[in-house]
């Protein structure tokens, strides 16, 4: 135990040194190895801003028929044309997977949370968008 300010002792956690984190034996580089982990966030003035990781975000980016890159923006005249895009691209893939179909191939913690839900906060601000005739943006 360690003594703190005026000999008070001081209960708690030291810091490692990076010895005792090389010790353990663990590299975190491979552990995130191909995961994405960079969050991105869609702005509008008529939504409140959503925050998505860049995994799913850059897919429903590229199904809005828009290029991925980020930062990116969608002009109030093809907001309408990227939800229509976007709403096609979600049913396509619905009906590929057979997402809403119950299936024994569930795994033991739950179903998996389909594209399209994860979608749906982002849809919404596109149509608020659309409706306010206003653009919307991304970036990191």
């Known amino acids: 135990m360690r003594s703190g300010r005026l000999g008070a002792p001081v209960y708690g956690f030291d810091a490692p040194d990076d010895n005792d ?12 190895e191909g995961c994405t982990l960079m969050p991105i966030t869609f702005r509008s003035k008529h939504s409140p801003n959503i925050l998505m990781l860049d995994s799913v975000a850059l897919e429903l980016i590229k199904k809005m028929g828009h290029s991925g890159s980020v930062p990116g923006s969608l002009a109030a005249d093809d907001v309408a044309g990227a939800l229509d895009k976007l709403n096609a691209a979600l049913a396509r893939a619905a009906a590929a997977t057979g997402a809403d179909a119950p299936g024994d191939d569930e795994p033991e913690d739950g ?5 399209a839900h994860r979608a749906l906060p982002l849809v919404e601000m596109l149509e608020k968008a659309r409706a306010a005739g206003d653009y919307v943006i991304w970036e990191r």
């Open 21 to 32: 984190v090389a010790d353990r034996g663990v590299d975190y580089g491979s552990i995130f």
């Open 111 to 115: 179903p998996a949370v389909s594209l």
